[in-house]
């Protein structure tokens, strides 16, 4: 018998670092009454749902417990951080083989049970796992959503404040692209409280306007590298940014985020799954709109959207063993 849909209830595939401190931000945020961790070490499951749950005392009621993909047929939304962990010196695309093989596994669980939520795809490179993902679950793609550069977007606003002395939620400006080494900043858009971002650093700062920039987009492309370098992982920060976008699906906020989805002839780019700005509610992205770029950012989007086309080209997403052994 089919479960309706919880629309408070939240499952959490994967308990690694990004999973566990996933789940911790979401208890904070009282945004779910229910919370499912699944994990393939069932033990680590437990131990986190029971850890996390011990502060529930000062948080919002909530039911947290290590599930099973049974848990998937109900929730609103199934958050996906299982994968291969990013080593230093390794980019995100070369975890790309590892991590499609364990998609293919976990999609095919999540298909079975006939998964009537939101799927939220964060582990990387979370472009490619994307496009698997809509590939293989046969879900509308409104409803298959990658975490994609809502995080590097933080960062970006983050750093920008920091040079400029100014709130980071007054800066508006967005990555777009590939969640890697080909993204792009959205720069000719780029404003502080409806002030040209140029302008406004002329206020704040001295020196080249174009130095500046140049020094922040290599800082925002680094980050990762410079925190798994120092401390193996980086988690904190795409935990919020997780919880951002489960806040505008829970609230229907109607919010516009820069999350990854299948692009569908925007700037000329279609069939490959990369992050521009979307409207994010109750059913996932409502729509995908088409910031206005300048002739080079346009540019380097295509080229952004040229590299992942050709790694998801080199994969093969042919029958998963979990499938194979259904059939069987």
């Not at 829970?250 to 979307?278: H, N």
Request: charged share 25%.
């Amino acid at each position: 018998m089919k479960r309706e849909v919880n629309n408070r209830k939240v499952a959490i595939i994967g308990c690694g670092f990004v999973g566990a401190t996933t789940a911790f931000a979401l208890m904070e945020s009282g945004l779910f009454s229910e919370m499912a961790l699944i994990d393939v070490d069932r033990d680590r499951a437990e131990g986190e749902a029971l850890d996390i749950s011990h502060g529930l005392a000062f948080a919002s009621p909530m039911e947290i417990h290590a599930g099973t993909y049974d848990d998937v047929e109900n929730a609103s939304v199934v958050i996906v951080t299982a994968g291969a962990a990013q080593k230093p010196g390794e980019t995100r695309i070369d975890l790309v083989n590892k991590n499609v093989a364990i998609y293919k596994g976990i999609i095919a669980e999540i298909k079975k049970r006939g998964c009537k939520g939101i799927l939220l795809v964060v582990s990387n490179p979370v472009d490619v796992l994307t496009q698997v993902t809509i590939q293989l679950s046969g879900l509308p793609q409104n409803r298959v959503i990658g975490s994609g550069t809502v995080l590097d977007s933080g960062r970006l606003k983050q750093i920008i404040s920091e040079r400029l002395d100014v709130d980071p939620r007054n800066v508006h400006v967005g990555v777009l692209g590939e969640h890697g080494d080909s993204e792009l900043i959205a720069w000719s858009g780029a404003h502080v409280a409806g002030i040209p971002l140029e302008d406004f650093f002329n206020m704040r700062s001295k020196g080249s306007y174009e130095e500046f920039r140049t020094e922040v987009t290599d800082e925002v492309r680094n980050s990762a590298y410079e925190i798994i370098d120092k401390k193996k992982a980086t988690y904190f920060g795409i935990a919020m940014a997780i919880r951002r976008i489960c806040a505008c699906i829970v609230r229907d906020e109607k919010s516009v985020l820069p999350v990854s989805t299948m692009m569908q002839g925007e700037y000329g780019i279609d069939g490959v799954a990369l992050s521009t700005p979307c409207v994010l509610g109750k059913n996932g992205i409502e729509v995908r709109m088409s910031p206005s770029l300048n002739y080079l950012e346009q540019s380097q989007l295509k080229a952004s959207a040229a590299t992942l086309k050709e790694i998801v080209a080199g994969l093969d997403l042919g029958t998963s063993p979990a499938q194979k052994a259904a059939k069987e």
